[in-house]
């Protein structure tokens, strides 16, 4: 069994959540990925800085500004990824990007420096499944599930398309819209999965505008997994190189939320 089919197999919703490497510095972002993991985090999506976030809210679009000013590149995102895995063997590790820093210098190249780092899944937002070839089978080769994103516009003809060759997780956009600006009414987000879940034969985890430990709560009764970002990052804004602990508390409270929400409705 893969780390990230452990995670989704513990017995409860899984608690994914997002940072921005290199936010606010290269340097700070691994005791803030520890506080992530401390506070109970299942699965941790790590961001690769880009100048064009293009599917972010201010929030993360910001984060990306920051890590990037302090002059952090792919090779320490991929340094990150491989002192984590050193301290966390067990702990699913997803990066999270665009295509531009993931194919520069080929997929091969990539794929196989994220398995050197032990990185075990990759979500990259503007690589639809239609060019899967791009970068999917290079990762595939090595064990290293393409992670895709599901909208509340893809429709049952499009969904099969957009599992062929998944893995990990389905990661759903609960609006159609940019993260941490708006969320979506959970009976929606109910339905919606119900609906993919009559296809999809892997998890479905639900993000975007998932900010409270209410909220993660509502949506993890009724998903395999939340994903929270935004909050998150604001916390990093907020207290900078000081935001472990401010972190690790939020996590906490997210992920009791999350993984009482199946025993409440039991």
Known sequence: ?????????????????????????????????????????????????????????PAIQNANLRALAAGTKTADILAIAKGFR?????????????ANPMITRGAEWFAQACADAGVDGVICVDIPSEEDPELGPALRSRGIAPIRLATPTTDAARLPAVLEGSGGFLYYVSVAGITGKQSAALASIEAAVARIKQTATIPVAVGFGVRTPEQAGGIAAVADGVVVGSALVDLVAQHGADAAGPVRELTSALSAAVHAARKEIA
């Open 86 to 98: 050193a301290r966390h063997p067990q702990v699913p590790l997803v990066l999270m990007g665009y």
């Open 1 to 57: 069994m893969s780390r990230l089919e452990a995670a989704f197999a513990k017995g409860h919703t899984a608690l994914v959540c997002f940072v921005t490497g290199g936010d606010p510095t290269p340097e700070a972002t691994p005791a803030i990925l520890d506080a992530l993991v401390e506070g109970g985090a299942d699965v941790i999506e790590l961001g690769m800085p880009f100048t064009d976030p293009m599917a972010d809210g």
